[in-house]
């Protein structure tokens, strides 16, 4: 039996003034790198929670070897363990496939939430392949977190070019919530190298081990 759609079963509440933390993906397995970018994410952006937004299907990944999505649910909220980090199927109620038609509807439901999108190095890296990848800055201020071997090539990111002039100090990083967009931060952090794709080859199919 399929367990029911989180939204169904915890409302979700922001607020006023609060800030949250949103990391969108598929969740295919959620993993310690999530955890460990969620925990750098309390540290330096003073969130008050953090939303793991997992996505019905990543329009930029095969759906062959994606496991089903209260399957991933059910694993982001093992790997989770935090009483902060909210694991959420949100996009699935909104109808939105993309994130630049998520974060507007996000901030449309909870108008007096102070978001904060949240990325990995590898992630800026390819987000020109993004729908409307633009929109995501000029929406939220932008959160990105250093990943292994992703880093130098993410300097020289379009988005990095494209935003020059909105990157914000790390030293001012934790008033990013409250910044008008676009606003964004590049956070070299300690690196966790670990990756979903990684997992999934060494339990040779099984995502669940």
Not at 117 to 144: C, E, K, S
Not at 151 to 172: C, I, M
Request: hydrophobic fraction near 40%; proline fraction near 6%.
């Amino acid at each position: 039996m399929s367990a029911r759609p989180l939204h169904l079963r915890q409302r979700l509440v922001v607020p006023r003034g609060q800030r949250v933390g949103l990391m969108g993906g598929s969740f295919n397995p959620a993993h310690e790198g999530h955890l460990h970018i969620s925990r750098m994410a309390f540290s330096h952006l003073r969130l008050d929670r953090i939303w793991w937004l997992v996505s019905p299907q990543n329009p930029l990944k095969s759906s062959q070897d994606m496991a089903p999505l209260c399957d991933r649910m059910e694993k982001a909220r093992d790997v989770a363990r935090h009483r902060h980090i909210v694991v959420t199927d949100i996009e699935q109620y909104l109808g939105t496939q993309y994130t630049a038609d998520t974060l507007p509807a996000l901030k449309k439901r909870f108008p007096g939430g102070k978001f904060v999108w949240l990325m990995g190095a590898d992630n800026l890296v390819q987000i020109d392949q993004w729908y409307n990848w633009a929109t995501i800055f000029l929406t939220l201020p932008v959160a990105i977190f250093a990943r292994p071997t992703y880093s130098l090539n993410a300097e020289n990111a379009k988005a990095v070019r494209r935003f020059s002039r909105s990157r914000v100090d790390r030293t001012n990083a934790k008033r990013l919530a409250d910044m008008k967009p676009p606003a964004w931060v590049f956070l070299k952090t300690p690196l966790n190298s670990i990756s979903a794709t990684e997992i999934r080859a060494r339990s040779k199919g099984d995502w669940t081990n």
